[in-house]
């Protein structure tokens, strides 16, 4: 892992050395039930019509597409397969010949994009976010990388066109049907307090450091507007991660925790931890997902269990779903029914992963 004095470890990083450090899958408790299992580092999943769920394995580059039956055995099968060194994140469906996904890892491997496939897995765009942010620099990088990317999350656009989080460079960016991007928004680092009994060098527990923001989910909400989840850098201090609230259509926005109440991007919920995604439900519940609901030191460091967390949020108040069940997880989607499906295991290597079913 990179060295301790980094204000950021990048997510991806952070996630393959966590896998080291994790539990086998076999004591993956079962929430609502199983959905398939047998995946390899499943990150994004969505609703791809009827029953049918589309999962982005980052550890073998399959986009899988599973399709559960009423009785027995889903059927699963292979929907589109990438190269090594290009890591599949995220997933979302607009149609049969419209399914995005985004892709991290080496440019120069054919990672830092984001790209559209047709029915038959085939790209039919390709767009090209790591050379973009070369030109389009972090201004408050932390860790001497302003041009790092890193795409994460994404969400389809009404009319076209998608909007992408890049977690390393810390901005929303929106993707048009032309392929233009145009930068939404920027994250600003906000001052968290040293966490208490981490066994390496540090100021006295309590006293203010900076973390970067880590943009990992975007989603519109039933309002409209575009919401982006923190995961927040290192040190990883509990409770320190937010939900944005931007407004539709806006550009080169900052969002600032220290005015988070102002401009066209505020502060719409505190007091997370470790976000790694977001979704909306159908009656407009914000479903937010944690991978490691105590922080990711605790499970990096002191081998703490992975135990993740999914949030029903309505207003100002939220409720823990399925609490203590989900091992790790990568991703949430709300499908057939208003059903969700959470991806577990999403470090736990080949054939530890799964999908399971929450009831809301």
Not at 55 to 74: D, F, I, Q
């Amino acid at each position: 892992m990179a060295t301790w004095g980094r204000a950021l470890c990048a997510l991806f990083v952070l996630l393959t050395v966590f896998c080291v450090a994790v539990a086998p899958a076999a004591a993956r408790p079962d929430p609502d039930g199983v959905v398939v299992e047998g995946l390899t580092d499943p990150r994004g999943i969505a609703a791809a019509g009827g029953r049918a769920l589309l999962v982005a394995e980052s550890g073998n580059g399959k986009l899988t597409r599973v399709e559960p039956w009423r009785k027995g055995a889903p059927r699963v099968s292979t929907f589109a397969e990438f190269p090594e060194g290009q890591s599949l994140v995220e997933v979302a469906y607009q149609g049969p010949n419209h399914v995005w996904v985004t892709l991290s890892g080496d440019p120069a491997a054919g990672g830092g994009r984001v790209v559209r496939l047709n029915r038959k897995g085939r790209t039919t765009l390709s767009v090209d976010i790591a050379g973009y942010q070369q030109t389009d620099p972090d201004p408050d990088d932390q860790e001497g990388l302003p041009e790092e990317s890193n795409p994460f999350g994404l969400a389809l656009l009404p009319g076209g066109g998608v909007l992408l989080a890049d977690s390393a460079n810390n901005d929303l960016l929106r993707i048009d049907r032309k392929k233009r991007i145009t930068t939404v928004a920027r994250f600003k680092t906000e001052m968290v307090p040293w966490p208490d009994g981490l066994p390496f060098p540090g100021p006295p527990p309590g006293t203010p450091v900076p973390a970067e923001a880590v943009p990992t989910a975007v989603a519109i909400g039933p309002d409209g507007a575009w919401y982006v989840s923190e995961l927040k850098g290192f040190p990883f201090t509990k409770g320190a991660s937010r939900i944005w609230r931007i407004e539709p259509g806006t550009t080169n926005a900052t969002c600032d925790p220290a005015n988070p109440n102002t401009g066209p991007c505020t502060s719409y919920a505190t007091g997370f931890t470790s976000v790694i995604d977001l979704a909306f439900g159908r009656d407009g519940t914000m479903y937010v997902l944690e991978i490691v609901k105590e922080g990711l030191l605790g499970a990096e460091i002191f081998g703490d269990p992975p135990i993740g967390a999914l949030w029903a949020v309505e207003g100002s108040s939220k409720t823990e779903l399925v609490p203590g069940t989900l091992l790790a997880p990568g991703g949430v989607a709300v499908g057939h029914k208003g059903s969700l499906s959470v991806t577990t295991g999403t470090v736990f290597g080949p054939g530890g992963g799964a999908v399971v079913r929450v009831n809301p």
